[in-house]
Structure formats: structure tokens, C-alpha cells
């Protein structure tokens, strides 16, 4: 039996996919409910509204009972920056998760493996970025906190398929991401700001071209590209998370996509500290880094010494913009 949605539900369905916070979801599903045709054919989507708003009360309940309490979709920021894998079911996410970071995800033949994030931490040079394993943008997937959570992050990784079974699902993704408000933009191009959209709605992304280890993936590259390319921020990087293939040259572009810089302090009359970084947005200024590295000296500084592109000591001011690499030695 057909369902015959009303345009009433239509609407509801519409805000529920685009809400930015747990109350307005609750209140789009609650429309929802009353409002979907009561017969035979919407039975399974009535349950399915109804599990939602049961679990979505519960997780409100739980962020209301303690402070410190967070709903299970919820990853805590750790290293210098957080990113998100994004993709198609069975695109090899939770593989490169493994293959990229100190986290073991399970890994299966069959789509829909991953359910809740998995995060873990890559090492890249110096520092560390999060990556975090998402459950596939599908239509079989249907959980707003989902896009919620791309949206939050510093940047993304959207990773593709380059096998033969490699556009199966990914026509759903890049029209899902859209629909969500998640619009992917080339790791290193400005994100516009539109006031309309949630915050976080652009984001940056590097493209990835996985399990190019398999026969045939390199000549269906050129062909992926020409199905899809026009809807893609940037060309895929060819990797495969199975043999290693492009992973060095992958972790470099997910740092780039963060668009942060390392500064290293050097203490007067001693030598820098070049083991551990402090990492800031690109585009920070002397004044800036201060703030990090000793905020009580921030307040009273005077000048800073730097080392980097181009300088060897040089005295540069307060508003002086750093760069990746560069040496500061702060005065006081």
C-alpha cells in the first residue's frame, strides 16, 4: 500500500533533516508522527519515527542528567584538528581509518559495518589529527546527528570506491550530503559564510580514491571522474589502505585540509623547541601565538625574534603573520 505522505509530514520530514539541535529534531519527529497517514502501508515508518523519538528523548535525558554526560554520537576534539571519513557504504573507510591511525574499527566484505563513530589518531610528522570513521551516507542511513557531526568537524575525507562496485551507492551520497546542508569544498579553497546555512555547512574536503590495490581500479579512475567529477571539490587521490598505496602523500593533504600551521618557542638564549608544535589557524599573527604559548608574556610583549622563510632572527611585530614552520622567540 502506498503511503501517501502529506505535504504536512513532507515538511516536518524536511526540518527534521535540517535541525541543528536535539530539541528542534525531537519537535520535527513529534510533527512527523502526528501528521504521517495512519494505514497499513506507513506502519514501518510509524515504528521507525517512534524508535527515533524514544532514543532521542533518552539521549536529552542523559545530557540533562549530568554535565558531563554526552550522547553516544558525540567524539571529543583531540590533536590538531578533528576530520571526518565520509563516503558511500563499503568505500573502505573503516580500512583507511586502520591503515591511517592507531585505532582498529572492524573491517567486513559487507556495507553498513560501521554504526556509530570510531575515531583515531594519525600521526603526521610532528602532530597529531583525529580522524573519525562515520557510519555511510546512504538513504539507508537516516540519522540527522550524522551530517550534525560532518558539520562540526575541522574538515573532511570523502572517500570513494574505485573498484567495478565503486558508483553503486555513491549517487545517493553526493545528493544526501547537499540535501543535509553538508556542501564539500576543495581542501584548499576560502569557505564561503552564508548566514543561512548552520555553521560548519561548508567544509573542507580531500577526495580519496581507495582500493586502487584491486584489478582494474586504476583504469575506472578516468571513469569516475567523468560520471562524477563535476560534483566533486577536487580530483581523487588514488590510495589504497590495504597495500599502503598513497598514504604519506594523503596525510599531508588531510593536514593542508585543516588549514592550521606549527609554530615552534625558542627561549631566549636557549635553543627551540622543535619536538612539540603549537598549532594555530593559518593566517595567525605574532600576537596570536603569544596568547598560546604564554599568555601572562602576551599581555607585555614587546617584540619577537623570528625564524623561517626568509628571516634569521629578525625582530617582527605584534602583528606579524606566521607561517607553517616558524620559529618564535618571544620578548617580553
Known amino acids: 500500500?502506498?503511503?501517501?505522505?502529506?505535504?504536512?509530514?513532507?515538511?516536518?520530514?524536511?526540518?527534521?533533516?535540517?535541525?541543528?539541535?536535539p530539541q528542534e529534531r525531537l519537535e520535527a519527529l513529534e510533527e512527523m508522527l502526528r501528521t504521517v497517514p495512519k494505514h497499513k502501508g506507513t506502519e514501518k515508518l510509524q515504528a521507525d519515527i517512534k524508535r527515533k523519538i524514544a532514543r532521542l528523548r533518552q539521549e536529552m535525558q542523559t545530557r540533562r542528567g549530568g554535565a558531563r554526560a554526552q550522547p553516544f554520537f558525540h567524539v571529543p576534539r583531540e590533536g590538531a584538528g578533528q576530520v571526518v571519513l565520509v563516503g558511500p557504504p563499503n568505500s573502505g573507510k573503516s580500512s583507511l581509518?586502520?591503515?591511517?591511525?592507531?585505532?582498529?574499527?572492524?573491517?567486513?566484505?559487507?556495507?553498513m559495518t560501521t554504526r556509530v563513530p570510531q575515531p583515531g589518531m594519525m600521526q603526521f610528522e610532528d602532530v597529531q589529527v583525529q580522524l573519525v570513521d562515520t557510519p555511510p551516507v546512504c538513504k539507508e542511513f537516516d540519522e540527522g546527528w550524522l551530517y550534525g557531526l560532518i558539520r562540526s568537524a575541522d574538515a573532511a575525507v570523502l572517500v570513494l570506491d574505485a573498484s567495478d562496485d565503486g558508483i553503486l551507492y555513491l549517487e545517493d551520497t553526493l545528493r544526501?550530503?547537499?540535501e543535509n546542508r553538508v556542501f564539500l569544498v576543495a581542501h584548499g579553497a576560502p569557505v564561503p559564510d552564508d548566514p543561512a546555512l548552520p555553521r560548519g555547512a561548508y567544509k573542507r574536503t580531500v577526495v580519496v580514491a581507495n582500493k586502487c590495490d584491486l584489478p582494474g581500479a586504476q583504469d575506472n579512475l578516468p571513469v569516475l571522474v567523468e560520471l562524477v567529477g563535476?560534483?566533486?571539490?577536487?580530483?581523487?587521490?588514488?590510495?589504497?589502505?590495504?597495500r599502503g598505496d598513497g598514504l604519506?602523500?594523503?596525510?599531508?593533504?588531510?593536514?593542508?585540509?585543516?588549514?592550521?600551521?606549527?609554530?615552534?618557542?625558542?627561549?631566549?638564549?636557549?635553543?627551540?623547541?622543535?619536538?612539540?608544535?603549537?598549532?594555530?589557524?593559518?593566517?595567525?599573527?605574532?600576537?596570536?601565538?603569544?596568547?598560546?604559548?604564554h599568555k601572562e608574556l602576551a599581555e607585555n610583549l614587546k617584540y619577537a625574534r623570528l625564524w623561517g622563510r626568509g628571516y634569521h632572527g629578525q625582530m617582527v611585530g605584534r602583528e606579524h603573520m606566521l607561517e607553517d614552520g616558524d620559529v618564535l622567540e618571544l620578548h617580553g
Open 1 to 21: 500500500m502506498p503511503a501517501n505522505l502529506t505535504p504536512e509530514y513532507l515538511s516536518a520530514e524536511q526540518r527534521y533533516r535540517q535541525a541543528t539541535s
Open 230 to 242: 563535476a560534483r566533486l571539490p577536487a580530483p581523487p587521490v588514488p590510495v589504497s589502505a590495504v
Open 248 to 293: 604519506d602523500a594523503l596525510r599531508g593533504r588531510i593536514f593542508a585540509a585543516l588549514h592550521k600551521i606549527r609554530v615552534y618557542s625558542k627561549p631566549p638564549g636557549r635553543k627551540p623547541d622543535l619536538d612539540t608544535p603549537f598549532v594555530l589557524p593559518k593566517g595567525s599573527t605574532v600576537r596570536d601565538a603569544a596568547e598560546v604559548i
Open 176 to 178: 544526501l550530503l547537499p
Open 97 to 111: 581509518l586502520r591503515a591511517l591511525t592507531n585505532a582498529t574499527p572492524e573491517v567486513a566484505p559487507y556495507p
